[in-house]
């Protein structure tokens, strides 16, 4: 009677103990000291145990992935946001969740990147990173891993998108825009407030996150490389426009314009706008503000761009704009139905 007992309670422990895959990359976070020569080196992530030993307290089992090479995120790019995609795909049945190393610099991209190619995601992907290296004495790595890693193996509620985690908040990964080169509090999602906040217990938004989607999970495997920011400014030229409009294969353009979408009403710039939409190449107007919407039509300054049938990016950041360029360009052909994607929101991009 008591072993039976004991077997039911191990079986139900067994099945609320999750499975979670942290996946290194690399960046700041992963740093450690050389216990010889005291200098700063990347750590062997199948270490991970020796390193945060407390990480066997949370009720999961970790299995580790180390990218070979481990890059900084400067060297993030389209190649490796699919490898990483096929990675979850392959490892989608075995884990209950997944974690990853990033360093700080693209991880808004990559997050972005992810949300698109992971579709019909239902389990957490959890990204994070840290300011200071996890073998400095103040580092915010430490808690960091220990708090992506708990939120990804919790019990208690569903995380079925790709999160940013970082200084105590859980963002929508294509929300948020790196703002701090400095400080702890790194991220920023000017349009959706956090996820969750994490204090003495983790405080979950759930009407925040999104819903369990209800179709199968599905991984795309292309990116379309053939697309630019541009940042409109003041000393915007009309060389600068031709150079752009000659650019070999151009397909999509993210132009980032002042506040609600707004950019010069000069007639040289507007027939440059004019001449590159002629050659079938996408433009999606976003806004150069941390918060806040385009709305063209709302000043004369955006009313010409509207008519010429720039897409508006709403609200969306200027990292979510050009991974669903890439993303829409890459997988759908016909300009219509790449128009009605770039309109929509696709995976909570946009409110
Ligand atoms: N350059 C580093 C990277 O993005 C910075 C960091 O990890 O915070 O890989």
């Known amino acids: 009677m008591q072993a039976e007992r004991f077997f039911m309670q191990y079986k139900i422990y067994k099945e609320i103990m999750k499975n979670i895959l942290v996946i290194y990359t690399g960046g700041t976070i992963g740093m450690v000291k050389d216990s010889v020569s005291g200098a700063l080196k990347p750590f062997d992530m199948h270490r991970i145990y020796e390193v945060l030993p407390v990480l066997k307290k949370i009720n999961c089992n970790?299995?580790?992935?180390?990218c070979d090479p481990i890059i900084d995120s400067s060297d993030m790019n389209a190649d490796k946001w699919l490898l990483f995609a096929s990675l979850i795909r392959d490892n989608y049945e075995k884990y209950d969740g997944f974690v990853i190393l990033h360093g700080t610099d693209t991880m808004s991209y990559?997050?972005?990147?992810?949300?698109?190619?992971?579709?019909?995601?239902?389990?957490?992907?959890?990204?994070?990173?840290?300011?200071?290296?996890?073998?400095?004495?103040?580092?915010?790595?430490?808690?960091?891993?220990?708090?992506?890693?708990?939120?990804?193996?919790?019990?208690?509620?569903?995380?079925?998108?790709?999160?940013?985690?970082?200084?105590?908040?859980?963002?929508?990964?294509?929300?948020?825009?790196?703002?701090?080169?400095?400080?702890?509090?790194?991220?920023?999602?000017g349009n959706l407030p956090s996820l969750a906040k994490v204090g003495i217990n983790i405080s979950y938004k759930q009407h925040l996150i999104l819903p369990v989607p209800s179709n199968k999970f599905k991984v795309y495997d292309k990116l379309c490389t053939d697309v630019i920011i541009m940042k409109i400014h003041p000393a915007i030229s009309k060389e600068y426009l031709n150079a752009v409009s000659s650019i070999p294969n151009l397909k999509g353009i993210v132009m980032e314009t002042y506040g609600s979408g707004n950019a010069p009403t000069d007639k040289w710039f507007l027939k440059g706008i004019k001449n590159?939409?002629?050659?079938?190449?996408?433009?999606?107007?976003?806004?150069?503000?941390?918060?806040?919407?385009v709305e063209m039509g709302h000043y004369q300054a955006s009313c010409a761009l509207r008519d010429m049938g720039v897409i508006s990016g709403k609200d969306i950041t200027t990292e979510a704009a050009l991974a669903k360029m890439m993303f829409v360009l890459g997988n759908f052909s016909d300009k219509k139905t790449q128009t009605e994607l770039l309109n929509r929101n696709i995976c909570g991009e946009i409110s």
């Open 62 to 66: 970790i299995e580790t992935f180390q």
């Open 110 to 189: 990559t997050a972005s990147a992810l949300s698109f190619l992971l579709n019909n995601l239902g389990k957490p992907v959890i990204i994070t990173g840290s300011q200071l290296p996890l073998g400095v004495i103040r580092t915010d790595g430490r808690d960091n891993i220990i708090s992506a890693v708990e939120i990804a193996a919790n019990n208690d509620v569903s995380i079925p998108e790709v999160c940013i985690f970082f200084d105590n908040k859980l963002y929508r990964g294509n929300r948020t825009t790196k703002i701090n080169a400095e400080f702890f509090e790194a991220f920023y999602s």
């Open 276 to 293: 590159i939409i002629d050659k079938g190449i996408l433009i999606m107007n976003v806004t150069q503000c941390k918060a806040g919407s």
